[in-house]
C-alpha cells in the first residue's frame, strides 16, 4: 500500500475515534477516547513526518505546503500536551472539544489539498517505498510494545 493510503486510512480511524469520543458521557471515557486518539495522532504524525514529508519537501514546488504542515503538527502536540495536563473535567471536556474539531480539520485538510499535490508529484513508485517504510516502523514498533508487555506480565 502507498503512502497516502496509509496516512488516509489513519485519517478514517481517527474520525472514527473522534466520533466515538463525542458519544461518550462521562470524563473516564471522554479521557480513554483522548488517549487513543492521541497514540493515533503520534502514529500518523511520526509517518508523515519522518517518513513522507522528508522526501515531499525536496520537491521546490511542494516545500512551503509541508512546513505550513508541520507547523500546523507543531501546534496540535503542542496543545494536546497542555490538555493531557488538565484534571479540570468541564474544561478537559471543552478544550477536547476543540482537539476533536482540530483533528478533523487536519484530515480534510491533507486528504483535500497536500495529498492530492504530493499524489501528481511524487512517482507511485517512491509513494510505495515510502508505504513499505511505514508499514516496516509500525511493525517493529508493535513488535516492540509486545516484547515489553510479554516482559511486564
Known amino acids: 500500500m502507498d503512502a497516502l493510503h496509509i496516512l488516509t486510512d489513519d485519517h478514517q480511524r481517527m474520525r472514527q475515534l473522534v466520533e466515538n469520543t463525542r458519544l461518550q458521557d462521562l470524563p473516564p471515557e471522554k479521557r480513554a477516547g483522548f488517549d487513543q486518539l492521541v497514540r493515533n495522532l503520534k502514529d500518523h504524525f511520526t509517518a508523515a513526518e519522518n517518513l513522507?514529508?522528508?522526501?515531499?519537501?525536496?520537491?521546490?514546488?511542494?516545500?512551503?505546503?509541508?512546513?505550513?504542515?508541520?507547523?500546523?503538527?507543531?501546534?496540535?502536540?503542542?496543545?494536546?500536551?497542555?490538555?493531557?495536563?488538565?484534571?479540570?473535567?468541564?474544561?478537559?471536556?471543552?478544550?477536547?472539544?476543540?482537539?476533536?474539531?482540530r483533528v478533523e480539520a487536519l484530515c480534510d485538510r491533507e486528504e483535500n489539498n497536500l495529498f492530492p499535490q504530493i499524489w501528481h508529484q511524487l512517482p507511485h513508485l517512491q509513494l510505495l517505498q515510502i508505504g513499505m517504510l511505514i508499514q516496516r516502523h509500525r511493525n517493529a514498533v508493535d513488535q516492540e510494545a509486545s516484547a515489553r508487555d510479554a516482559a511486564g506480565a
Open 52 to 101: 513522507l514529508y522528508p522526501e515531499v519537501a525536496r520537491l521546490h514546488e511542494l516545500r512551503p505546503a509541508v512546513t505550513a504542515e508541520l507547523e500546523i503538527h507543531d501546534r496540535m502536540k503542542r496543545f494536546v500536551k497542555r490538555l493531557a495536563k488538565n484534571r479540570d473535567d468541564r474544561e478537559f471536556s471543552n478544550q477536547l472539544e476543540k482537539l476533536l474539531h
